[in-house]
């Protein structure tokens, strides 16, 4: 056995130790070799070889477990020493990320109006014909649905081109009074330095009894926006055209680059567009089958809103995912 004891010490790996564990103790090893042979020798005999053998057998385990450990310890020494990590030396730069100035902007919009107590809602990006335009007083061959580059699938759905389908949505499935935003992405055919085939817009609907919904709620409510936006700046009201509105007026607010003396973001003028809104059109109200109400919507562009507010030239350079454009919101 003189041998095996020699082995046991003198194994250098942890896998040089189990192949000599197998050729003693295992099922075909040394010692079942010997207790096997056992069988041939007298009573006697058998017991004393049987005391022999299990007194070599226990101390041939004690030795086995006494070297695995320090052959397992050292490897892990080996290993620790190899892959070795100096925590103290400079790593290679990571970036962070930053919310996209367009989301940052939607949700100081969205924070403004929840302060002011409108619900969020939203609707579909794909949309029927009477959401987006039938019901927002936009019957087929109304040359308004011209304004809007719509993108059209099968079947009449389409993408839908503003947010005012959510309005809809909204007064189809809930009693007024109504107080609500929808902010979300829109889609038109559209493409150049300020218009891209989809961005978001954040609609706005107030509608309660008759008589209690004037111009001059609304009126008030945007300029409080505009300057909580843009800071320190004019708000003018302009008279325009929507369908689903009447009045309607286009909102400026004065030039945020050269605070309206003019220049070439403004085209001369001191003023730049941000915002449509008016009164609800009666046939929007009949179209939803609401009696007795009236109320003011608007919408705006976020996009837009994020580019005068960060001072970026093109709209497109928000959807290239650049990253360093993207790291300047930090
Ligand atoms: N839906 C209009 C657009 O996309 C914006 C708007 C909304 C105007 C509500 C008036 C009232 O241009």
Not at 56 to 71: R, V, W, Y
Not at 168 to 197: E, Q, W
Not at 291 to 312: C, D, K, P, T, W
């Amino acid at each position: 056995m003189k041998e095996w004891y020699d082995a046991i010490k003198e194994a250098q790996s942890v896998e040089k130790l189990e192949e000599i564990r197998i050729s003693v103790f295992g099922k075909k090893g040394v010692l079942a070799e010997k207790f096997a042979k056992m069988k041939n020798a007298s009573d006697e005999e058998k017991a004393q070889i049987a005391k022999n053998l299990n007194t070599h057998k226990s101390s041939l385990m004690n030795e086995f477990t006494a070297k695995k450990i320090t052959l397992q310890t050292l490897q892990l020494q080996e290993a620790l020493k190899a892959e070795y990590i100096d925590v103290s030396l400079y790593g290679s730069k990571s970036s962070a990320g930053a919310l996209h100035p367009v989301m940052e902007t939607m949700d100081r919009i969205v924070e403004y109006f929840s302060a002011m107590n409108f619900a969020v809602k939203t609707g579909t990006m794909v949309e029927d014909d009477f959401n987006n335009f039938e019901a927002l007083n936009l019957p087929k061959y109304h040359p308004a649905r011209d304004m809007q580059d719509t993108f059209y699938f099968r079947d009449e759905m389409l993408l839908r081109t503003h947010t005012s389908p959510v309005q809809i949505r909204t007064m189809m499935s809930t009693k007024p009074p109504i107080r609500m935003i929808a902010p979300g992405a829109v889609f038109r055919r559209d493409y150049d330095l300020t218009h891209t085939p989809m961005f978001h817009q954040v609609e706005g609907l107030l509608v309660d009894e008759e008589g209690k919904v004037s111009f001059a709620n609304l009126k008030y409510i945007l300029e409080d926006f505009l300057k909580y936006m843009f800071g320190d700046v004019e708000v003018r009201f302009r008279p325009s055209f929507f369908p689903f509105t009447e009045p309607s007026a286009e909102v400026d607010i004065s030039c945020v680059f050269c605070k309206g003396s003019g220049c070439r973001v403004c085209s001369k003028t001191g003023w730049l567009e941000v915002l449509g809104c008016g009164i609800v059109d009666s046939n929007v109200f009949e179209a939803v089958k609401y009696e007795n109400v009236s109320g003011y919507a608007f919408g705006l562009g976020v996009e837009r809103f994020a580019m005068l507010i960060h001072q970026i030239g093109d709209l497109r350079s928000l959807f290239e995912g650049d990253i360093k454009l993207l790291e300047q919101f930090q």
